[in-house]
């Protein structure tokens, strides 16, 4: 039997890889507009990387990394998400020395043991964005703008959510007032009850109907947040207004790691079933002095790219490959030879061109041509090598021009590409 992709991997195919490209593209160039530059890291880590900055008790530490024991025993894990790698590297690297504002992102694959279904896979894509040395408001609300760009360039919509998860100087009183409101509960779900002992503020990521039927009435982070937070808070929302960015606060918004303070935020879509995250992140602003690093500030987000792909999927907005250039159909062994060539010489040209290597007949070729989407087809027969041309066909209008060969062939097919465009 054929050996199939593990449960929750997924090839991306010709037909689909189209839609990636799009999303990557659109994405790198406005993040290249706002001045972040490419950062490649490892996939493998060391797995301490992951608990010190995710957090012990996050589901993603606790269930759904993939960690396995080295050959010599010690424990990696496969990167479940961007920022802890590209934190170490930046520390590692010296990145805070170069420039005291590092914007950086990373593209590339995530892995999480979570149950498969529609848009969350094992082996899933972020593209995961990251400024550090910076705790300005300004800054998260220019981050969440580009969010917002790269969703309006890619032709989606989606709302903003965003709250405060305020900072080690306001969060205790918060925490105890949470856990003061919860503690009378008694038929709250396990994972809540659990919670309850290990990380009171996730509970209020629960789905359980039951349990947050309770959290509605909870005490709101945005009630708690220290003067420093509020203002922070404040001055982020009023950068958005200044930005034209919708949002909308959501003071129950918590996220499923440690790391984040103050600024939060979700980008929430109602189309895609359970997965309603598009994109998250938030400010993380002691986790480099956590991992060992500096002591600045950050603040980051990322998408996922399979879920971008299934948006733009649903809209029907499937992208296709652009189409050639040109198709030579060429009729019998001589004209085979020179049409092998002159592809060769068009393609170094800069030109998208293909030709039939089969000797199939004029008309199957001409339908070869018409699948590739070619703008034009040159035909080239025995009749036309006599007299040293080509028949040049726009496939869209059908008409036919003769076009002289001969000589350089680069030369002629810049002539052929000014034909092309006097033809169009
Ligand atoms: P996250 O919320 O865990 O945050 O993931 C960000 C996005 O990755 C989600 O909104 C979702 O679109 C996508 N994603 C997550 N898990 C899956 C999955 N199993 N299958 C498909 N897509 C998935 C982070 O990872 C943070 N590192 C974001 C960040 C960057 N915060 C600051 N900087």
Not at 85 to 96: K, Q
Not at 237 to 250: K, S
Not at 314 to 336: H, M, S, V
Request: charged share 25%; hydrophobic share 40%.
């Amino acid at each position: 039997m054929a050996v199939k992709a593990l449960k929750g991997f997924k090839d991306v195919v010709p037909g689909d890889v189209e839609t990636w490209q799009f999303i990557e593209g659109t994405a790198r160039d406005i993040m290249h507009r706002f001045g972040y530059a490419e950062i490649k890291t490892p996939i493998l880590e060391k797995t301490k990387l992951f608990k010190r900055s995710i957090g012990e008790t996050t589901d993603i530490v606790e269930k759904e990394m993939y960690t396995f024991p080295d050959r010599n025993g010690s424990s990696l894990t496969m990167r479940p998400e961007g920022t802890a790698s590209v934190l170490r590297a930046y520390i590692e690297n010296g990145l805070h020395q170069a420039k005291p504002v590092q914007k950086l992102y990373t593209i590339g694959p995530m892995f999480r043991h979570e149950r498969p279904q529609k848009g969350r896979l094992r082996q899933f894509h972020q593209i995961s964005v990251e400024v550090l040395g910076t705790d300005l408001p300004r800054v998260d609300a220019e981050l969440m703008g580009m969010a917002a760009l790269i969703i309006e360039e890619l032709g989606l919509s989606v709302s903003l959510e965003i709250n405060s998860l305020g900072c080690p100087a306001c969060r205790p009183a918060f925490n105890k007032a949470l856990l003061d409101y919860i503690s009378g509960i008694d038929d709250l779900c396990e994972d809540c009850l659990r919670r309850r002992e290990t990380n009171p503020l996730r509970v209020l990521d629960c789905k359980n109907d039951t349990c947050q039927s309770y959290y509605k009435d909870a005490p709101s982070i945005l009630d708690h947040l220290c003067l420093d937070c509020e203002d922070h808070f404040t001055a982020v929302t009023a950068d958005l207004d200044r930005l034209a960015v919708d949002y909308r606060v959501n003071h129950f918004m918590v996220r499923g790691l440690d790391y984040y303070t103050r600024t939060t935020f979700e980008l929430i879509t109602g189309d895609l079933g359970s997965q309603s995250a598009v994109g998250a992140g938030g400010r993380y602003d002691g986790l480099v002095k956590q991992l060992d690093g500096p002591d600045v500030p950050g603040i980051g987000f990322a998408m996922g790219m399979e879920r971008l792909a299934l948006l733009l999927e649903q809209k029907d907005e499937r992208i296709t490959a652009p189409g050639l250039d040109l198709f030579i159909a060429a009729l019998g062994g001589q004209a085979q030879d020179m049409a092998f060539e002159l592809c060769h010489e068009l393609r170094s040209s800069g030109l998208f061109a293909a030709l039939d290597y089969q000797d199939r007949s004029l008309k199957n070729q001409m339908k070869q041509a018409g699948r590739a989407q070619a703008d034009f087809t040159l035909i080239l027969g025995e009749d036309e090598l006599k007299n040293n041309t080509g028949l040049l066909r726009n496939m869209q209008t059908g008409d036919q021009y003769e076009v002289p060969l001969g000589g350089d062939v680069a030369e002629w097919a810049i002539r052929l590409l000014d034909r092309m465009e006097t033809c169009e």
